[in-house]
């Protein structure tokens, strides 16, 4: 599965993204980053707010709720502004 990281997510990890194979047990997108958090100091920095953290599946946007099975991209990214 590749993951790519965006804006202060992406600078904190030190990555623009990577590829993982998932351990057993990850079926949300709230596990895959509970998970992630737990890889380092770098990925607890980026993700310590997880609830601001932005998803997208495969390009759509998506609930920490949603299963990630089945997926081939999840993006990572902080909120959102216009302007």
């Known amino acids: 599965m590749k993951l790519i990281y965006f804006a202060w997510v992406r600078e904190r990890i030190g990555l623009a993204e990577e ?3 998932l351990p057993a047990g990850i ?10 958090r737990g ?5 607890e920095s980026a993700l310590q ?4 953290i ?3 599946l495969d390009k759509e946007h998506s ?5 990630v099975a ?7 990214f902080p909120p959102m502004t216009g302007g």
């Open 49 to 52: 707010a997880q609830d601001m």
């Open 39 to 43: 890889r380092g100091e770098n990925y």
């Open 63 to 67: 609930d920490h709720s949603d299963a």
């Open 19 to 21: 590829e993982v194979e």
């Open 70 to 76: 089945g997926a081939k991209e999840i993006a990572l």
């Open 27 to 36: 079926e949300t997108v709230s596990d895959l980053l509970h998970w992630l």
């Open 54 to 56: 932005r998803v997208a």
